[in-house]
Structures are given as structure tokens and as C-alpha cells.
């Protein structure tokens, strides 16, 4: 079981907006920014956010991101189908002086 | 463009060991650290440690700094990953990743990454 929980799985429809969760700790999301990655099927995962909010070059704004206190969220608005993939929080732990995964969360566009 | 290609697939019995090698290109190897993470069939994303290639400084995760070790070749811009003493519960797909960092609170991104190498443990 990760130390960022991520539910399992998520679920809209196409246009839908859905949010993605990822609940940490004091050690970890309570102290040092958060990045969020996208892996679709059968690729490599990519980067999605960083430092919390910010959108790397060719990501489309339908994607944001916020962190307060020891949580944060990934938004994806105007869902599409080719969102379907899995999505994982990742940030620094210094408890435990390594980098942490959530443990994904799976997207689903009905 | 940023680009970061690995080596094939492997198969191992178990005991025994694999090197992986990730070749970067389109930026400057010694800029950026690389780092390395992995998935097993099922699971989520585990990170297992990166390098500095300019001084070779290593950070591993706790549990395999024992049987892990991270190298680069300066002169081929390319990161090396080797698994010793392989078991079974290794049998993953070992992803390299160009490993951003910057000053403060935060924590390193992974941009971009390899295609990922497909390691199988078995008898």
C-alpha cells in the first residue's frame, strides 16, 4: 500500500470534468511539491504537472492541478476519450529520504 | 528533441544479474541527473534511485541499496542500471527518466522518459 493514496479508479463522460486525488503526509506533500504523471496503455508515463500546478509546454490547459496542506488534485476538464490511462501523484518524502508514487488511479471515459 | 532510448528485453533466472542502459540525446548529458523507476505486472510506479552523471553522486530507495548500482558513461551520454541477485518480484518494466530538479522545497520531475525495458525473472 503506497503512502499517497490515489483512489483506484475514476470514471466520466466525454466533456465531463473529473478530479483525481492524492492524500499524503506531513513528510511528504505537507512539505515539497507535487508532480503528476500520465501513463496511457502499452507507453511510457509522461509529465503532466510540477511543482504542484505548473503544466509543462504542449500539456493543454484542460489539465490543472492544486495542493493544500497535505493533499492535492489533479483536474481534467473537457474529458476525452483518449484521457483513458492511469494517473500517478509523485513528490519527495523526507521521512523517508525517497521518492514516492501514489499508487495510480485509473481513468475511464465512459 | 529530449529523447532517452533503452536497451531490450531481458530474461534472468533468478541470482543472477542485469545491466539496463538508457541513451540520452538532444540536450546536455551532464545537466540533469537521470533517474530510474520501475513497474511490475499490476502494480504502480516504484522509484528506484538516479545519479548526477557530472560527479556520479547516487541516491537510492532503501530497499535495494544493496543489490542496485547506477552508473553513466560521460562519453556516450548514457545511464546504466544494474540489478543483482535478481528474484522473481523484479520482473518489471524499468523505465530511465531525465531527472529535473530546482532549488527549495521541491521535489525532482521525471521529463522525459525511455520507452522502458521489460525485465523477466524466471526459472
Known amino acids: 500500500q503506497s503512502v499517497l493514496t490515489q483512489p483506484p479508479s475514476a470514471s466520466g463522460t466525454p466533456g465531463q470534468r473529473v478530479t483525481i486525488s492524492c492524500s499524503g503526509a506531513s513528510t511528504n506533500i505537507g512539505t515539497n511539491t507535487v508532480n503528476w504523471y500520465r501513463r496511457l496503455p502499452g507507453a511510457a508515463p509522461k509529465l503532466l504537472i510540477y511543482r504542484d500546478d505548473r503544466r509543462p509546454s504542449g500539456v493543454p490547459d484542460r489539465f490543472s492541478a492544486s495542493k493544500s496542506g497535505t493533499s492535492a488534485s489533479l483536474a481534467i476538464s473537457g474529458l476525452q476519450s483518449e484521457d483513458e490511462a492511469d494517473y500517478y501523484c509523485a513528490t519527495w518524502d523526507g521521512g523517508l529520504s525517497g521518492l514516492l508514487f501514489g499508487g495510480g488511479t485509473r481513468l475511464t471515459v465512459l | 528533441q529530449v529523447q532517452l532510448v533503452q536497451s531490450g528485453t531481458e530474461v534472468k533466472t533468478p541470482g543472477a544479474s542485469v545491466k539496463v542502459s538508457c541513451k540520452a540525446s538532444?540536450?546536455?548529458?551532464?545537466?540533469?541527473?537521470i533517474g530510474w523507476v520501475r513497474q511490475a505486472p499490476g502494480q504502480g510506479l516504484e522509484w528506484l534511485g538516479w545519479i548526477a552523471p557530472y560527479n556520479g553522486n547516487t541516491n537510492y530507495t532503501q530497499h535495494l541499496q544493496d543489490r542496485v548500482t547506477m552508473t553513466t558513461d560521460t562519453s556516450t551520454s548514457t545511464a546504466y542500471m544494474e540489478l543483482r541477485s535478481l528474484k522473481s518480484d523484479d520482473t518489471a518494466v524499468y523505465f530511465c527518466?531525465?531527472?529535473?530538479?530546482?532549488?527549495?522545497?521541491?521535489?525532482?520531475?521525471?521529463?522525459?522518459w525511455g520507452q522502458g525495458t521489460l525485465l523477466i525473472v524466471s526459472s
Open positions: 538532444g540536450y546536455s548529458f551532464g545537466m540533469y541527473g
Open positions: 527518466a531525465r531527472r529535473i530538479a530546482s532549488t527549495g522545497p521541491t521535489s525532482p520531475w521525471f521529463d522525459p
